[in-house]
């Protein structure tokens, strides 16, 4: 692949010259040396970098794990990025979780709504509004309740 400028690089990288640039000050992507111009050249390997950057980021790895992950293919720590994926697969399960439960909740407050008393309040704002019991995770619904909002864990605020 030929060399790009940052915007070229950008553009087929599907980002914003911002975002490399943001991805260069975190240390996710090294700033190419300036190339036979006096403009810096990324290659085809900084572009699958990007790419890889971009899909791990969607896949809900953080920065932080993003730049661990890259630092170990380096080194060929599989034992360590199956830990690391792991640990985001129990985190995306634990999330499924709570939106299926907050799917639930919110599917019998859209049956309130349609099925209850045109002259009483509605009852999917009602459910929002209401404050959350107690002991219930921030976030997610409390379907037991009936109602929708933040669930908190026990000692979070």
């Known amino acids: ?20 640039r943001y991805y260069q000050r975190r240390g996710l992507l090294p700033v190419p040396a300036h190339g036979a111009t006096a403009y810096r050249e990324y ?17 809900g790895f953080t920065l932080e794990e993003i730049r661990e992950l890259l630092r170990l293919d380096r080194g060929r720590d599989r034992q360590r990025v199956r830990t690391i994926a792991g ?20 599917r019998e407050v859209v ?21 959350p019991p107690a002991g219930t995770v921030r976030g997610t619904a ?9 669930r908190r864990r026990a000692g979070t605020s």
């Open 87 to 106: 640990r985001k697969l129990d985190e995306l399960d634990e999330r499924i979780r709570e939106l299926r439960h907050l799917q639930r909740a919110l």
């Open 142 to 150: 409390s379907a037991h309740a009936g109602k929708i909002g933040p």
């Open 43 to 59: 290659d085809g390997e900084l572009l699958r970098r990007l790419r890889f950057i971009r899909r791990v980021q969607a896949a």
């Open 111 to 131: 049956h309130d709504c349609e099925h209850g008393d045109a002259a009483d309040p509605c009852p999917i704002i009602a459910s929002f509004e209401r404050e």
């Open 1 to 20: 692949m030929a060399r790009m400028t940052i915007g070229r690089f950008a553009r087929t990288g599907g980002v914003g010259v911002e975002t490399v």
